[in-house]
């Protein structure tokens, strides 16, 4: 409360989707709660932690917002774009998969981005389908496009995948705005 929307922020650290749907399906969406949106922003630990395929990520995601269909049909659901992840000093986001590092075991010395672009592209068809269904790309807070490519926006990220306070503030900005027009309201 106080801030231009009421709400409530459900995410837990290291989340997936497997275990949102598990709390939304067991209690986590307890009868009452009656949000006029739904904002979900789930993905990135399931391709970097347990490093789920894109195919799974996304029919997760897609289960999730059945499952908040099913008991809240006439909200509105946005799905989140999964943000921009990268390993590199300069923040270039590369198109292929030629950045891989064949001595790194870990996934996230991999280059993470054709996968997010492919899952987003999927998630925002998926919306642009689905009635009450609708896509929030944050590409525009995190990525610059420059003559030699994309770039991730170092100055707003933390580290390689969480934003900092000022990449919070931006994408929040952005939030804003879409809930509003959403909602209908005057900004």
């Not at 749907?21 to 970097?48: A, F, Q, S």
């Not at 292929?96 to 054709?114: V, Y």
């Not at 170092?154 to 934003?163: A, C, K, R, S």
Request: glycine share 8%; aromatic share 10%.
């Amino acid at each position: 409360r106080g801030g231009d929307f009421d709400g409530i922020a459900l995410g837990i650290s290291a989340d997936t989707a497997p275990n949102l749907l598990w709390r939304l399906i067991n209690g986590e969406m307890p009868y009452g709660l009656t949000p006029k949106v739904w904002w979900i922003g789930i993905g990135v630990n399931d391709l970097l932690l347990t490093e789920c395929s894109e195919k799974m990520i996304i029919l997760g995601i897609f289960r999730i917002v059945e499952e908040i269909q099913r008991t809240h049909p006439n909200a509105i659901i946005v799905i989140n774009s999964i943000l921009p992840v990268q390993n590199n000093a300069d923040g270039r986001l590369y198109e292929d998969f030629t950045q891989e590092d064949d001595n790194c075991k870990r996934r996230m010395c991999l280059n993470m981005w054709p996968y997010i672009v492919s899952i987003n592209e999927k998630l925002s068809t998926f919306a642009s389908n689905h009635k009450g269904v609708e896509f929030f790309n944050a590409d525009r807070v995190f990525i610059q496009d420059r003559p030699e490519g994309k770039f991730l926006k170092l100055n707003f990220m933390q580290d390689p995948v969480h934003p900092n306070l000022t990449g919070h503030m931006r994408l929040n900005a952005w939030i804003k705005r879409k809930l509003h027009d959403i909602l209908g309201d005057d900004e």
